[in-house]
């Protein structure tokens, strides 16, 4: 079967979306091609939090039905990291995939930059919490922490949909 030079650039042009995603490391994820919501507000950097004694003010943020917003930091590699430990009203407001917004391209012991996607989706208030945990020296929530500072840091967002 002879195959003619349109037929082949069409088959590579179809082909290239997955290679694309080929790193030649089969371990590697790759990011998809998901938009990033318009809203955004950032946890805090791990170093900080590391050091911080008390929680952090609460942020607001306000929504339409319909909207998203993210929140930005990342998927740590290491022993701290920030867990999502209520995640509010359903009625109001459902997580979405994480979208990673600052990938690593297979560096070792890089933390690849995330975005926690939620959609707003009745109106109502809602509040989201985050806590810093120590995985080295903390137990995962809700177990009791015994260790000092343990489950002490959070940082909170309040979301109200109109």
């Known amino acids: 079967m002879r195959r003619t030079p349109t037929a082949v650039a069409a088959a590579l042009l179809a082909a290239a979306p997955l290679l694309a995603g080929c790193t030649g490391d089969p371990g590697t994820p790759t990011t998809p091609a998901v938009t990033r919501p318009e809203t955004e507000v950032a946890l805090p950097i791990l170093v900080d939090a590391g050091k911080a004694t008390t929680p952090y003010?609460?942020?607001?943020?306000?929504?339409?039905?319909?909207?998203?917003f993210g929140v930005k930091g990342v998927d740590s590699m290491t022993a701290w990291t920030w867990a999502l430990t209520s995640t509010g009203d359903g009625a109001v407001l459902r997580q979405g995939p994480d979208?990673?917004?600052?990938?690593?391209?297979?560096?070792?012991?890089?933390?690849?930059?995330?975005?926690?996607?939620?959609?707003?989706?009745?109106?109502?208030?809602?509040?989201?919490?985050?806590?810093?945990?120590?995985?080295?020296?903390?137990?995962?929530?809700?177990?009791?922490?015994?260790?000092?500072?343990?489950?002490?840091?959070?940082?909170?967002?309040?979301?109200?949909?109109?």
């Open 57 to 68: 003010p609460t942020s607001t943020v306000t929504l339409a039905v319909g909207q998203r």
């Open 99 to 162: 979208v990673v917004i600052d990938p690593c391209g297979g560096g070792t012991g890089c933390s690849p930059g995330i975005d926690q996607t939620f959609t707003a989706l009745a109106p109502g208030t809602t509040t989201l919490t985050w806590e810093f945990q120590d995985r080295g020296a903390c137990p995962p929530s809700p177990a009791p922490h015994p260790t000092p500072r343990c489950g002490e840091v959070t940082k909170s967002i309040q979301v109200t949909v109109h």
